[in-house]
């Protein structure tokens, strides 16, 4: 049986600089919310021309990458000719495909923008094979699955719609609800997460007896260990989830699921960024299908998807506490230093964590609920009273305690939650703003007289027969419609006294699209006089001809 293709890698970019580092370390494609009709609507968010240059960059490196756009909110009625201003851009943009919740932006996507790519984004609820079928046979080329099928379902449905590419998500935050479904925000915030508003009411503490708990915070995902399976399974692309994290964040998660695709060793810096603990939910379901009668869910096998007891950041898990000492400094103040033998290199302005319930109450007049306790790196100590910036691993340290400090105690676990050596190894690389753009074909026609210059400009159509070299350079989708535009200047023209480099003076001066993402395809100089036209006059008419095709691309 041949070895099934090596998934996509499909990495989140809540912004430009994020997308840049998905790219960068390793990313196959990327996936974008512009800002409006996003499931993130509070992440940075892009805006059209951002998404156009970073998708012309995508599409020059080697191989190609791919940039998705997520449309993935819930649609009223009063936002369908928002939505469809919206829609327009994206052919321009050149994106890869688009991502839907709503049916009717689907609807809308099929029948006016037959030739971009749709995807069901999990909020769709492909849950079985059934809906699967259905979104095939409404044209969608590829279904996020729901996060809730186990490692066999998904196989399943793979094997029966090969048509239809898989996603799975395989890294990031768990949503309470099935499949990110959820009015729990709705309910008590007055914020919808089916429109991108989400106030992740699931990560407050409730009171439970005498106390307070998360009680609906989930782990984050991480299948990490399945990703053999995934790829046996039939699955097209592995997901990370995270459009609201960092740039920082993007890159490590992405190195560390690209290294572990290619065979390579994988390390976790991801976790001094941002990391809660982990799960691998219902892919770690060794069965793949629940007792009859009983809801899958409530499976055993599929562990513990909650934590009860902390939510946020947690960090890595670098050692215990060995021992808490104290000893007066200079002006005989009693200084507390925490003893451990770190399994990582730490070094100063680096931050550690612990598990200790913090003290008081926050603005909010509610226990902290973090229910975590770090502070940055200041002053670390040998044994032997010999001062240190780097502490390497394994060898024991004293690390100064703040004043403020909680009680900790013998044993509590050490979390490194912020490592400056880990920001150092993911420098990030960002193309100077126009670096890269999506150019488009148009045709120039000249006609000189002796007292007028007729000019006009069209985009051109792929029955052009031209051929093409660049990945950058194309004909405008057939979605957007333009006519062909005029521009004409008055004058007194005279004999050219080297009429044969009139052809390449005109050329170049067409050539001078910088403001403008034109190519210059075709052009005809019509001057049978041979007449001279100072560069100055040529520079006024391009600048004249070329705005108003720019008209014509807007309303287009």
Known sequence: MPIPPLPELLAPAGGPAAGYAALQYGADAVYAGLKNFSARAEAENWTPSELSDFAAYAHSLAPRRRVYVAVNTLVKENELPALRR??????????????????????????????????????????????????????????????????????????????????????????????????????????SANRGKCAYPCRD????????????????????????????????????????KSPL?????????????????????????????????????????????????????????????????????????????????????????????????????????FAAPRSGRNRDNRRDNERLYGFGVDEMWREGGERVFVAEAGRTVAVKMPDDAPRLAMGMTVYHAASQAVKRRYPLNVPRPGAYRHLWLIKIAVKISATEIIAAAEFMLPDDALEIASPLIGFLPPTVQTQAVGATLGGEWTAAQKPENIADTWRQTFAKTAEYPYAVGALTIDNPAGLFVPVSKQNQLRRELYAKLAGELESG
């Not at 049916?103 to 769709?124: E, K, M, N």
């Not at 007066?328 to 730490?346: K, V």
């Open 249 to 353: 964040y993007v890159a490590t998660v992405v190195d560390f699921y690209r290294r572990l695709l290619d065979g390579k060793t994988a390390s976790a810096d991801w976790q001094t960024v941002f990391s809660r603990e982990t799960a691998a939910g219902f892919a770690g379901d060794p069965q793949g299908q629940a007792p009859q009668g009983q809801d899958p869910q409530g499976q055993a096998a599929r562990g513990d998807l909650i934590d009860p007891e902390l939510v946020g950041h947690r960090g890595a898990a670098i050692g215990t506490i060995e021992k808490i000492i104290t000893r007066a400094d200079s002006q005989s103040r009693d200084s507390h230093y925490l003893i451990f033998t770190p399994a990582a290199a730490i070094e100063r302005h680096d931050g550690l964590q």
């Open 205 to 244: 503490f409730f009171t439970v007896g005498n106390g307070s708990r998360p009680i609906f915070s989930m782990k984050d995902l991480s299948l990490a260990d399945h990703l053999d399976e995934l790829r046996a399974a039939g699955v097209r692309s592995l997901k990370i989830e995270g459009r609201k």
């Open 86 to 191: 919206l829609l327009d851009r994206l052919p321009l943009a050149r994106v890869d495909a688009v991502i839907v919740q709503d049916l009717g932006v689907l609807h809308i996507l099929r029948r006016d923008f037959p030739d971009l790519p749709v995807h069901a984004s999990t909020q769709l609820v492909a849950h079985n094979l059934a809906a699967a079928q259905f979104l095939a046979g409404v044209g969608v080329k590829r279904a996020v699955l729901a996060r809730e099928l186990t490692l066999p379902e998904i196989a399943a449905i793979a094997a029966a719609l090969p048509q239809l590419e898989i996603e799975v998500f395989i890294h990031g935050s768990l949503c309470y609800a099935y499949s990110g479904l959820c009015l729990f925000s709705s309910h008590r915030n007055g914020r």
